[in-house]
Protein backbone atom coordinates (compact mmCIF):
# COMPACT_ATOMS: atom_id res chain seq x y z
CA UNK A 1 0.00 0.00 0.00
CA UNK A 2 2.87 2.24 0.89
CA UNK A 3 4.65 1.71 -2.08
CA UNK A 4 1.63 2.22 -4.55
CA UNK A 5 0.72 5.47 -2.44
CA UNK A 6 4.22 6.38 -3.06
CA UNK A 7 4.25 5.32 -6.95
CA UNK A 8 1.40 7.34 -7.68
CA UNK A 9 2.77 10.71 -6.43
CA UNK A 10 5.90 10.11 -8.36
CA UNK A 11 3.18 9.20 -11.70
CA UNK A 12 2.41 13.13 -11.58
CA UNK A 13 5.17 14.85 -9.89
CA UNK A 14 9.26 14.45 -10.22
CA UNK A 15 11.86 14.34 -7.00
CA UNK A 16 12.18 18.11 -7.32
CA UNK A 17 8.95 18.67 -6.62
CA UNK A 18 7.97 16.30 -4.06
CA UNK A 19 9.04 17.14 -0.62
CA UNK A 20 7.96 14.90 1.60
CA UNK A 21 5.00 11.64 1.66
CA UNK A 22 3.91 10.96 5.16
CA UNK A 23 1.37 7.80 5.47
CA UNK A 24 -0.53 7.51 8.74
CA UNK A 25 -3.40 5.49 10.23
CA UNK A 26 -5.71 8.08 9.37
CA UNK A 27 -4.19 10.20 6.77
CA UNK A 28 -1.86 10.48 3.92
CA UNK A 29 0.07 14.07 4.13
CA UNK A 30 1.77 14.63 0.66
CA UNK A 31 4.06 17.80 0.57
CA UNK A 32 4.74 19.27 -2.89
CA UNK A 33 7.14 22.60 -3.36
CA UNK A 34 4.70 25.67 -3.92
CA UNK A 35 6.05 25.41 -7.79
CA UNK A 36 4.47 22.60 -7.75
CA UNK A 37 0.91 24.36 -6.80
CA UNK A 38 -0.31 25.21 -10.33
CA UNK A 39 -0.27 22.66 -12.06
CA UNK A 40 -3.80 20.71 -12.82
CA UNK A 41 -2.07 17.24 -11.94
CA UNK A 42 -2.70 18.50 -8.16
CA UNK A 43 -6.09 17.85 -8.25
CA UNK A 44 -6.04 14.54 -10.25
CA UNK A 45 -3.25 13.32 -7.96
CA UNK A 46 -5.44 14.31 -4.93
CA UNK A 47 -8.50 12.73 -6.57
CA UNK A 48 -6.60 9.32 -6.94
CA UNK A 49 -4.96 8.75 -4.05
CA UNK A 50 -8.49 9.26 -2.32
CA UNK A 51 -9.58 6.42 -4.19
CA UNK A 52 -6.51 4.90 -3.15
CA UNK A 53 -6.53 5.83 0.77
CA UNK A 54 -8.86 3.14 1.74
CA UNK A 55 -10.99 5.30 4.46
CA UNK A 56 -7.70 7.63 5.13
CA UNK A 57 -7.67 11.18 4.78
CA UNK A 58 -5.90 12.91 2.05
CA UNK A 59 -3.39 16.28 2.33
CA UNK A 60 -1.57 17.90 0.41
CA UNK A 61 0.43 20.79 1.58
CA UNK A 62 2.91 23.04 -0.12
CA UNK A 63 5.76 24.57 1.54
CA UNK A 64 8.17 27.51 -0.51
CA UNK A 65 11.22 25.75 -0.57
CA UNK A 66 13.83 28.37 -1.57
CA UNK A 67 11.78 30.99 1.10
CA UNK A 68 12.08 28.23 4.02
CA UNK A 69 11.55 30.63 7.19
CA UNK A 70 15.04 31.35 8.53
CA UNK A 71 15.66 29.10 11.59
CA UNK A 72 16.80 32.42 13.72
CA UNK A 73 14.44 33.69 15.98
CA UNK A 74 11.94 36.94 14.98
CA UNK A 75 10.94 39.28 16.57
CA UNK A 76 7.65 40.35 14.62
CA UNK A 77 5.47 37.96 16.75
CA UNK A 78 1.68 37.76 16.83
CA UNK A 79 0.93 38.83 19.93
CA UNK A 80 -2.36 38.98 21.98
CA UNK A 81 -1.57 40.72 25.02
CA UNK A 82 -3.98 39.18 27.24
CA UNK A 83 -2.68 35.89 27.22
CA UNK A 84 0.20 36.11 29.48
CA UNK A 85 2.30 32.28 28.84
CA UNK A 86 1.73 29.93 26.01
CA UNK A 87 2.71 26.47 26.56
CA UNK A 88 2.90 24.28 22.91
CA UNK A 89 2.20 20.84 22.47
CA UNK A 90 3.79 18.92 19.96
CA UNK A 91 5.48 15.92 18.47
CA UNK A 92 7.89 14.71 15.53
CA UNK A 93 5.37 12.01 14.57
CA UNK A 94 1.66 12.25 14.40
CA UNK A 95 -0.57 9.83 16.15
CA UNK A 96 1.69 9.63 19.28
CA UNK A 97 -1.65 11.23 21.87
CA UNK A 98 -0.14 15.29 21.75
CA UNK A 99 -4.19 16.37 21.23
CA UNK A 100 -4.72 13.87 24.33
CA UNK A 101 -2.13 15.52 26.23
CA UNK A 102 -2.57 18.88 25.31
CA UNK A 103 -6.38 18.80 26.40
CA UNK A 104 -5.61 16.97 29.42
CA UNK A 105 -2.77 19.19 30.79
CA UNK A 106 -5.12 22.51 30.34
CA UNK A 107 -7.60 20.77 32.51
CA UNK A 108 -5.22 19.88 34.85
CA UNK A 109 -3.21 23.67 34.72
CA UNK A 110 -6.94 25.13 35.45
CA UNK A 111 -7.37 22.41 38.07
CA UNK A 112 -4.17 24.61 39.73
CA UNK A 113 -6.28 27.85 39.48
CA UNK A 114 -4.88 28.96 36.13
CA UNK A 115 -7.16 30.71 33.90
CA UNK A 116 -6.52 28.57 31.03
CA UNK A 117 -6.95 28.06 27.19
CA UNK A 118 -6.36 25.23 24.75
CA UNK A 119 -5.75 26.52 20.76
CA UNK A 120 -5.98 23.92 18.57
CA UNK A 121 -3.50 24.92 15.82
CA UNK A 122 -3.41 21.34 13.81
CA UNK A 123 -4.83 22.04 10.59
CA UNK A 124 -4.02 18.71 9.61
CA UNK A 125 -6.33 16.95 11.71
CA UNK A 126 -7.85 19.17 14.36
CA UNK A 127 -8.93 16.90 17.12
CA UNK A 128 -9.82 19.94 20.18
CA UNK A 129 -13.32 20.44 19.32
CA UNK A 130 -14.02 16.25 19.62
CA UNK A 131 -12.18 15.91 22.56
CA UNK A 132 -13.90 18.92 24.32
CA UNK A 133 -17.17 18.34 22.95
CA UNK A 134 -18.22 21.11 21.16
CA UNK A 135 -19.38 21.18 17.29
CA UNK A 136 -20.35 24.78 16.67
CA UNK A 137 -19.06 27.52 14.61
CA UNK A 138 -17.96 29.86 17.13
CA UNK A 139 -20.05 32.68 18.05
CA UNK A 140 -19.09 36.72 17.10
CA UNK A 141 -18.63 39.66 19.94
CA UNK A 142 -21.74 42.21 19.95
CA UNK A 143 -19.41 45.01 18.48
CA UNK A 144 -18.58 42.06 15.14
CA UNK A 145 -14.91 42.66 15.71
CA UNK A 146 -14.03 39.46 18.01
CA UNK A 147 -14.59 35.55 17.54
CA UNK A 148 -16.12 34.28 20.96
CA UNK A 149 -13.88 31.29 22.19
CA UNK A 150 -15.28 28.03 23.30
CA UNK A 151 -16.24 27.64 27.11
CA UNK A 152 -15.64 23.60 28.02
CA UNK A 153 -15.37 22.54 31.33
CA UNK A 154 -14.07 25.93 32.40
CA UNK A 155 -11.40 26.44 29.88
CA UNK A 156 -11.59 28.88 26.72
CA UNK A 157 -11.10 26.87 23.54
CA UNK A 158 -11.05 27.50 19.97
CA UNK A 159 -9.63 25.43 17.10
CA UNK A 160 -8.51 25.99 13.40
CA UNK A 161 -11.41 22.74 13.33
CA UNK A 162 -14.09 25.33 12.99
CA UNK A 163 -13.04 26.61 10.31
CA UNK A 164 -12.19 23.50 7.76
CA UNK A 165 -14.80 21.10 6.23
CA UNK A 166 -14.61 17.95 7.73
CA UNK A 167 -14.99 16.05 4.73
CA UNK A 168 -12.95 17.97 2.11
CA UNK A 169 -9.56 17.09 1.30
CA UNK A 170 -7.34 20.08 2.46
CA UNK A 171 -5.02 21.72 -0.29
CA UNK A 172 -3.71 24.40 1.48
CA UNK A 173 0.20 26.09 1.20
CA UNK A 174 1.79 26.62 4.26
CA UNK A 175 1.52 30.78 3.99
CA UNK A 176 -2.00 30.48 3.66
CA UNK A 177 -2.75 27.96 6.81
CA UNK A 178 -0.36 30.21 8.83
CA UNK A 179 -2.19 32.91 7.98
CA UNK A 180 -6.01 31.54 8.98
CA UNK A 181 -4.23 30.30 12.19
CA UNK A 182 -2.81 33.57 12.89
CA UNK A 183 -5.96 35.61 11.79
CA UNK A 184 -8.25 33.27 14.67
CA UNK A 185 -5.73 33.71 17.01
CA UNK A 186 -5.48 37.14 17.13
CA UNK A 187 -9.20 37.54 16.55
CA UNK A 188 -10.43 35.73 19.35
CA UNK A 189 -11.63 36.97 22.41
CA UNK A 190 -9.36 35.58 24.34
CA UNK A 191 -10.17 37.70 27.85
CA UNK A 192 -7.24 37.39 30.83
CA UNK A 193 -5.50 34.00 30.56
CA UNK A 194 -2.80 32.73 32.62
CA UNK A 195 -1.95 30.33 30.66
CA UNK A 196 -2.92 29.07 26.70
CA UNK A 197 -2.07 25.19 25.75
CA UNK A 198 -1.54 24.97 21.63
CA UNK A 199 -2.46 21.78 20.26
CA UNK A 200 0.49 22.11 17.55
CA UNK A 201 0.48 20.39 14.41
CA UNK A 202 2.61 16.89 14.57
CA UNK A 203 5.91 17.04 12.81
CA UNK A 204 8.94 19.66 12.09
CA UNK A 205 8.14 21.23 8.30
CA UNK A 206 7.81 25.01 7.25
CA UNK A 207 4.30 25.34 8.94
CA UNK A 208 5.84 24.30 12.72
CA UNK A 209 8.49 26.44 12.40
CA UNK A 210 6.36 30.00 11.03
CA UNK A 211 4.04 28.65 13.69
CA UNK A 212 6.68 28.11 16.82
CA UNK A 213 7.74 31.87 15.33
CA UNK A 214 5.49 33.66 15.41
CA UNK A 215 3.19 32.56 18.35
CA UNK A 216 5.44 33.86 20.67
CA UNK A 217 5.31 30.18 22.66
CA UNK A 218 7.18 30.41 26.27
CA UNK A 219 7.55 26.22 26.30
CA UNK A 220 7.07 23.91 24.47
CA UNK A 221 6.78 20.32 25.37
CA UNK A 222 7.27 17.31 23.35
CA UNK A 223 5.21 13.95 23.58
CA UNK A 224 6.13 11.15 22.22
CA UNK A 225 5.50 7.56 22.59
CA UNK A 226 9.09 5.05 23.60
CA UNK A 227 9.48 3.19 20.24
CA UNK A 228 12.91 4.35 18.75
CA UNK A 229 11.00 5.20 15.63
CA UNK A 230 8.69 8.68 17.41
CA UNK A 231 11.62 9.68 19.73
CA UNK A 232 14.08 9.96 16.73
CA UNK A 233 11.13 12.12 15.41
CA UNK A 234 10.86 13.74 18.90
CA UNK A 235 14.69 14.48 19.28
CA UNK A 236 14.29 16.17 15.84
CA UNK A 237 10.96 18.33 17.39
CA UNK A 238 13.10 19.51 20.17
CA UNK A 239 15.89 20.68 18.25
CA UNK A 240 13.39 22.44 15.85
CA UNK A 241 12.23 24.48 18.95
CA UNK A 242 15.74 24.85 20.36
CA UNK A 243 16.52 26.20 16.92
CA UNK A 244 13.86 28.70 16.88
CA UNK A 245 14.95 30.20 20.21
CA UNK A 246 11.64 28.26 22.06
CA UNK A 247 12.53 26.80 25.69
CA UNK A 248 11.66 23.22 25.72
CA UNK A 249 9.70 22.20 28.74
CA UNK A 250 10.37 18.33 28.96
CA UNK A 251 9.52 15.68 27.23
CA UNK A 252 6.42 13.54 28.00
CA UNK A 253 6.16 9.80 27.56
CA UNK A 254 2.74 8.73 26.36
CA UNK A 255 1.32 5.33 26.20
CA UNK A 256 4.38 4.61 28.52
CA UNK A 257 2.80 1.04 29.80
CA UNK A 258 -0.12 -0.78 29.90
CA UNK A 259 -1.28 -1.67 33.75
CA UNK A 260 -4.45 -4.50 33.51
CA UNK A 261 -7.28 -3.60 35.51
CA UNK A 262 -8.36 -7.21 35.87
CA UNK A 263 -4.65 -9.19 37.23
CA UNK A 264 -3.03 -6.04 37.86
CA UNK A 265 0.15 -7.27 35.18
CA UNK A 266 2.15 -4.49 33.62
CA UNK A 267 3.23 -4.60 30.16
CA UNK A 268 5.55 -2.29 28.39
CA UNK A 269 3.63 -2.68 24.56
CA UNK A 270 5.67 -0.07 23.25
CA UNK A 271 8.58 -0.61 25.03
CA UNK A 272 9.46 1.69 28.28
CA UNK A 273 11.76 4.43 29.35
CA UNK A 274 12.83 5.85 25.91
CA UNK A 275 11.86 9.05 26.25
CA UNK A 276 13.47 9.30 29.91
CA UNK A 277 16.95 7.96 28.65
CA UNK A 278 16.57 10.59 25.20
CA UNK A 279 15.66 13.53 27.01
CA UNK A 280 18.86 12.86 29.68
CA UNK A 281 20.90 12.68 26.24
CA UNK A 282 19.67 15.86 24.91
CA UNK A 283 19.84 17.54 28.91
CA UNK A 284 16.41 18.09 28.83
CA UNK A 285 13.35 17.35 31.32
CA UNK A 286 11.60 14.10 31.66
CA UNK A 287 8.47 15.46 32.60
CA UNK A 288 6.43 11.89 33.30
CA UNK A 289 4.99 8.97 31.93
CA UNK A 290 1.38 8.14 31.05
CA UNK A 291 -0.22 4.89 30.85
CA UNK A 292 -1.71 3.35 27.77
CA UNK A 293 -5.48 2.95 28.94
CA UNK A 294 -8.61 2.55 27.36
CA UNK A 295 -10.61 4.93 29.93
CA UNK A 296 -8.20 7.79 28.60
CA UNK A 297 -8.99 6.59 25.07
CA UNK A 298 -12.60 6.54 25.95
CA UNK A 299 -12.89 10.14 27.76
CA UNK A 300 -10.51 11.49 25.40
CA UNK A 301 -12.53 10.63 22.08
CA UNK A 302 -16.37 11.29 23.78
CA UNK A 303 -15.56 14.71 24.57
CA UNK A 304 -15.03 13.95 28.61
CA UNK A 305 -11.34 14.37 29.35
CA UNK A 306 -10.08 12.06 32.09
CA UNK A 307 -8.95 15.39 34.15
CA UNK A 308 -12.31 16.42 34.18
CA UNK A 309 -14.18 13.48 34.49
CA UNK A 310 -12.09 11.59 37.00
CA UNK A 311 -9.39 13.67 38.30
CA UNK A 312 -8.67 11.65 41.39
CA UNK A 313 -7.78 8.16 39.12
CA UNK A 314 -4.52 7.51 38.99
CA UNK A 315 -4.31 8.14 34.97
CA UNK A 316 -5.71 11.63 35.55
CA UNK A 317 -2.72 12.55 38.31
CA UNK A 318 -0.33 11.15 36.02
CA UNK A 319 -1.69 14.64 33.70
CA UNK A 320 -1.61 16.97 37.55
CA UNK A 321 1.97 15.60 38.12
CA UNK A 322 3.00 17.00 34.61
CA UNK A 323 1.29 20.54 35.02
CA UNK A 324 2.10 21.27 38.25
CA UNK A 325 6.26 20.79 37.02
CA UNK A 326 5.09 22.89 34.18
N1 LIG B 1 -2.44 7.34 27.20
C1 LIG B 1 -3.37 6.91 26.35
N2 LIG B 1 -4.06 5.76 26.59
C2 LIG B 1 -4.99 5.32 25.71
N3 LIG B 1 -5.32 5.93 24.58
C3 LIG B 1 -4.68 7.07 24.28
C4 LIG B 1 -3.67 7.64 25.14
N4 LIG B 1 -3.22 8.79 24.58
C5 LIG B 1 -3.91 8.93 23.43
N5 LIG B 1 -4.77 7.92 23.24
C6 LIG B 1 -5.67 7.69 22.09
O1 LIG B 1 -4.85 7.54 20.94
C7 LIG B 1 -5.46 8.18 19.81
C8 LIG B 1 -4.49 9.23 19.27
O2 LIG B 1 -4.33 10.24 20.26
P1 LIG B 1 -4.34 11.79 19.87
O3 LIG B 1 -5.43 12.09 18.91
O4 LIG B 1 -4.27 12.55 21.13
O5 LIG B 1 -2.92 11.83 19.14
P2 LIG B 1 -2.25 13.02 18.30
O6 LIG B 1 -0.79 12.89 18.50
O7 LIG B 1 -2.91 14.30 18.61
O8 LIG B 1 -2.64 12.55 16.87
P3 LIG B 1 -2.66 13.40 15.53
O9 LIG B 1 -1.25 13.40 15.03
O10 LIG B 1 -3.58 12.59 14.67
O11 LIG B 1 -3.16 14.77 15.86
C9 LIG B 1 -6.78 8.76 20.31
O12 LIG B 1 -7.82 7.85 20.02
C10 LIG B 1 -6.59 8.87 21.82
O13 LIG B 1 -7.79 8.76 22.54
MG1 LIG C 1 -4.06 15.57 17.43
Not at 292 to 317: C, F, K, M
Request: proline share 5%; glycine share 8%.
Amino acid sequence: MEEEIKKLVHNYFNDEEIDNISIFEKRIIVTLSEKASASPNVEKMTKELEELAEGRRVFVVFTADRETPSLQPQDDKWYVPSVKKIIAVASGKGGVGKSTTAVNLALALSRLGYKTAVFDADIYGPSVPTMLGFANAPGITYDGKHIEPFEAFGLKAMSIGSMIDKDTPLIWRGAKACGAIQQLFNDTNWGDIDVMVVDMPPGTGDIQITLSQKMKIDEAVIVSTPQDIALIDAIKGVNMFKQVGVKIAGIVENMSYYLCEKCGTRADIFGHAGAKAAAAKMGETFLGEIPLHITIRENADRGTPIVYTNPNSEYAQAYLKIAEQL
